[in-house]
Structures are given as structure tokens and as C-alpha cells.
């Protein structure tokens, strides 16, 4: 219960300091940039020279509120568009380079797997020929006692000279 009421407290302490930070911005009005931008809730506009909320609801302020070249926030410097293309380059190379990644594990990992099966499969034709052999060995000492048993033993030379 007592977390819960910390809880409470520590919610209505962040809306209030919300609402008062709301208020602050546009207090700054036709100040300077440095001093608008200095609470990060605000959004300085460079055509009207005021201080404005941040529109939190939306992801870009709207051009309605200010145009996007006009529009500073975090940095006076550095208009609004600036920021959006140098972010969207940024996340660009930032998710090639997780896909180059990727790539390249999974290649590693695709050589590495056929190097094993490779000599997986050259392990198993050597024993697969030497059970082979050992069968022919096999088959052949068995023929060779059926003969045996038979009297059918092979000559040596089976074409020989006729004696007359």
C-alpha cells in the first residue's frame, strides 16, 4: 500500500512539473533561442521569435505551428529538417550495418557447417569402404569354402597345353 501511494505521489509530482514546464515556454517568448531550448519540452520558431510547447502528441510539430526549416529544438543551430535527415541517416546506417552483420555471421556460420558435413561425409565414405571391404573379404573366404567343400577350387592357370 505504501508503494502504491509513493506511486501516486511520484505521478502527480511529474504532472504537475508537466504543466508548469508548459507554462515556462511561453514565458520565453521573444526571448533567445538558448534560453527557450534550455527546457526541453520547448520548440523555438526562428520566423516568429517565439517559444513554444512541444507538440508531444504528434511526432513533427505540424507546419501549422511552425515550418520544419524555421523549427529548433535541443540545439538553436540545427533546424528541425537537419535533424531529421542526419537521424534518418544515422538509423539507415545503423540498420545496413545490423543486416551486414547478420549476413556475414550467418555466412561464417553456413562455412563452417559445410566444412564439418564435408569432412563429416569424407569420414563417412572411408568407413562405408572399409565395411565394404571387409564384406568382399568375407564373401570371398566363404565362396572360396563352398568351393573347397564342392572340389570346385580354382586352378591356378585353368588354360594349360594339351599333353599328347
Known sequence: MG????L???LGLLAVAYAADGTECSKMTNTTCEDCLK???????????????YPVKNILPPSS???LKDARWGICWV?????????????GVLILSVIICCCCCCRKKKNRNSSLETEK???E???RRVRQEERRVQMKSR????????GLFKEDNPYSKFES
Open 3 to 6: 508503494l502504491l501511494r509513493c
Open 8 to 10: 501516486a505521489a511520484l
Open 39 to 53: 527546457n526541453v519540452s520547448c520548440l523555438w520558431c526562428n520566423t516568429d521569435r517565439k517559444c513554444l510547447d
Open 65 to 67: 505551428l511552425c515550418k
Open 79 to 91: 533546424n528541425f529538417e537537419a535533424v531529421i535527415i542526419a537521424v534518418s541517416v544515422v538509423g
Open 121 to 123: 561425409s569424407i569420414r
Open 125 to 127: 565414405k572411408e568407413e
Open 143 to 150: 565362396h572360396d569354402e563352398i568351393r573347397k567343400k564342392y
